[in-house]
Nanobody, 124 residues
Framework: QAHLVESGGGVVQTGGSLRLSCAVSGGTFSTYAMGWFRQAPGKEREFVATISRFGGNADYADSVRGRFAISRDNAKNTLYLQMNSLRPEDTAVYYC?????????????????WGQGTQVTVSS
């Protein structure tokens, strides 16, 4: 059973940047795809980005494509999300998750072992 801990959230002004990290312990990090999801107050959790086990494939939600970049360092068992040109609508709790498969997926049902989340707040 993998244990995930997100970090790097905070408060930033519109147009600013943040880099989220997700440290994974337990399990075999490089075996599975990884994903980032987010949940804003009063809204359902939504897909943000996903990356395959060796980083060769990635996919993004249309709302973040071109602004966010997902990456992973399998030697460090760490997943990243570089977020640029942040907007107030990006405000949410961001979660990382371990996939049940090696390939990418946008569906939250394709993931288990979720982190506790990190808050990102973008002020206007």
């Amino acid at each position: 059973q993998a244990h995930l801990v997100e970090s790097g959230g905070g408060v930033v002004q519109t147009g600013g940047s943040l880099r989220l990290s997700c440290a994974v312990s337990g399990g075999t990090f490089s075996t599975y795809a990884m994903g980032w999801f987010r949940q804003a107050p009063g809204k359902e959790r939504e897909f943000v980005a996903t990356i395959s086990r060796f980083g060769g494939n990635a996919d993004y939600a249309d709302s973040v494509r071109g602004r966010f970049a997902i990456s992973r360092d399998n030697a460090k068992n760490t997943l990243y999300l570089q977020m640029n040109s942040l907007r107030p609508e990006d405000t949410a709790v961001y979660y990382c998750a371990v996939g049940r498969q090696s390939g990418i997926s946008r569906s939250s049902g394709s993931y288990d072992n979720w982190g506790q989340g990190t808050q990102v707040t973008v002020s206007s």
